[in-house]
């Protein structure tokens, strides 16, 4: 088990940039795959971002490809999301998740009970 805490959320203007943190306890970061997923008002959550434990294969999805991009630093326990291009359709509580070992396949790791660490999840607001 790790237990995960998020940061770098605010409010921004459409077009601006901000970089999300995801700072994990525990030795044993490097084994775990991590995502990032949100969640708006009155929506489900929903996968935005995965990112192996080396960090060699990273997933996005549809709606953000192009505009963000996940990132590790194994040696700070820590995943990024950096999001550039931001739209009013991206406000959202953005959340880190982790689960022990590999995905491949979008049916695991775009699916949220498939993650079995959570974070408490940082506020996102796009501004038109």
């Known amino acids: 088990q790790v237990q995960l805490v998020e940061s770098g959320g605010g409010l921004v203007q459409a077009g601006g940039s901000l970089r999300l943190s995801c700072v994990a306890s525990g030795r044993t970061f490097n084994r775990y795959a991590m995502g990032w997923f949100r969640q708006a008002p009155g929506k489900e959550r929903e996968f935005v971002a995965h990112i192996s434990w080396s960090g060699s294969r990273k997933y996005y999805a549809d709606s953000v490809k192009g505009r963000f991009t996940i990132s590790r630093d194994n040696a700070k326990n820590t995943v990024y999301l950096q999001m550039n291009s931001l739209k009013p359709e991206d406000t959202a509580v953005y959340y880190c998740?982790?689960?022990?070992?590999?995905?491949?396949?979008?049916?695991?790791?775009?699916?949220?009970?498939?993650?079995?660490?959570w974070g408490q999840g940082t506020q996102v607001t796009v501004s038109s």
């Open positions: 998740a982790a689960v022990r070992g590999e995905m491949y396949s979008y049916s695991t790791y775009g699916t949220t009970t498939e993650y079995d660490n």
